[in-house]
């Protein structure tokens, strides 16, 4: 029999089931056997008796149980944990003389290389000396002698899990459905009252256009702020001077148009969960990222409001929402674009730091190298925009 170590229970494995799974008998009581007492016989509790000819079985490693006599099994193979899948492990033969055991590796086994005690710990492991502790009655079963309960490790491993699911979800919308979606959405947002409240979603994926941007260029962000006009700003730091500053204050219009051709493009090659799971990264990146209240309020309803959808993992409804996302940044990308020509149009009738402080006035001061004025900027915004949108509905109904 395999000694128990004194501080720790056996996880037995029963016929087919993964490492892990609760065996008949957990924690079953277990007695030591020195070199000269391996003669003793010891019965389950049905009556079989495996020992006394030398015979295994699953029932007593249900039990507990293991072969009196023989060096521990050495294993080379895929280790199965539940939820955390397969996992190559080599063993060497140290931890059988940890346990009292003479002579080297059992037949089949060859000294390998063991676990990391990090990784060992991640997978809820425990390492008895010289390594993991394995089956030894049964060759290629792999039984760890206690699963670590640690709360924060599952907890990660479940929410990975979670992403992962949501991530490969699969959907193959309706024309029909997609078709009045659109309809739906472009008639919706046409509506002032509707366009005021959602337009802070716009400005959502407006401000983190010019977060990733500042970061893609070495920049440091400070955090952004929403405010109740649907009006945003994104604080960095870095060169007064640059390239740098010129592409983070060019990547706020576009992203709205760019992030629904992303969306409905994966979407429309079936991977509408990565396209949410994608979206919701976004949004809970900018709700960190939020520096006052309507910012916070603003990124955490937006959060919620798709969260619930991509927690329920129903993938019609997963594909007609990235359908619909698609379509809403579509137009908003258009729209916004529109409202910043607007502005620059009716100049004469603004304070001229409104107009001094958009995005395509700054770019035009952004770096001495590439002195344009805001009209070619603007330009730039309504070519890319018009384009995006143009590429979403050719995906939708090409």
């Not at 137009?331 to 995005?359: F, N, S």
Request: proline share 7%; with cysteine; hydrophobic share 45%.
């Amino acid at each position: 029999m395999l000694a128990q170590h004194p501080q720790h229970r056996a996880f037995a494995q029963a016929p087919g089931q993964p490492i892990g799974a609760p065996g008949a008998e957990e924690g079953a009581e277990h007695r030591e056997h020195t070199a000269d007492d391996h003669t003793e016989e010891e019965s389950s509790g049905d009556g079989h008796d495996c020992h006394r000819n030398g015979s295994q079985c699953h029932q007593c490693v249900e039990a507990g149980e293991y072969e009196p006599g023989g060096p521990p099994e050495a294993f080379d193979g895929l280790l199965e944990l539940p939820h955390r899948g397969k996992v190559h492990i080599e063993q060497q033969p140290g931890h059988a003389q940890h346990h009292g055991h003479q002579g080297g590796i059992a037949q089949g086994g060859q000294p390998g290389r063991l676990l990391p005690l990090g990784l060992t710990r991640l997978l809820g492991l425990r390492r008895l000396g010289g390594g993991v502790v394995l089956c030894a009655a049964h060759p290629g079963h792999a039984i760890p002698y206690r699963l670590l309960s640690n709360p924060v490790t599952e907890t990660v491993q479940d929410a990975l899990g979670a992403i992962v699911e949501r991530w490969g979800v699969t959907a193959s919308p309706e024309p029909e459905i997609v078709l009045a979606i659109t309809a739906a959405v472009v008639l919706l947002t046409a509506v002032p009252q509707i366009w005021r409240v959602a337009r802070q979603a716009s400005t959502i994926v407006h401000e983190m256009g010019h977060v990733f941007a500042a970061v893609l260029t070495g920049r440091r962000v400070s955090g952004i702020k929403l405010h109740s006009d649907t009006s945003g700003v994104t604080v960095s730091r870095g060169r007064p001077q640059g390239p740098g500053l010129l592409l983070t204050f060019l990547a706020g219009y576009p992203a709205p148009g760019l992030l629904a051709v992303g969306l409905v493009w994966l979407g429309a090659a079936g991977h509408a969960g990565a396209a949410l799971t994608v979206f919701q990264v976004i949004l809970v990146l900018a709700l960190l990222l939020s520096r006052n209240f309507v910012g916070i309020v603003s990124c955490l309803l937006a959060v919620m409001g798709t969260g619930i959808i991509w927690w329920h993992n129903d993938p019609q409804i997963v594909g007609y929402t990235v359908v619909a996302l698609g379509v809403f940044y579509a137009l908003a990308g258009v729209r916004g674009t529109l409202d910043v020509w607007r502005v620059h149009l009716t100049r004469r009738r603004r304070r001229p730091a409104e107009v001094a402080g958009t995005d395509a006035a700054q770019a035009g001061r952004a770096w001495r190298l590439l002195p344009l004025p805001a009209p070619f900027w603007l330009l730039l915004f309504l070519v890319l925009s018009l384009a995006s949108a143009a590429a979403v509905f050719w995906l939708l109904f090409a």
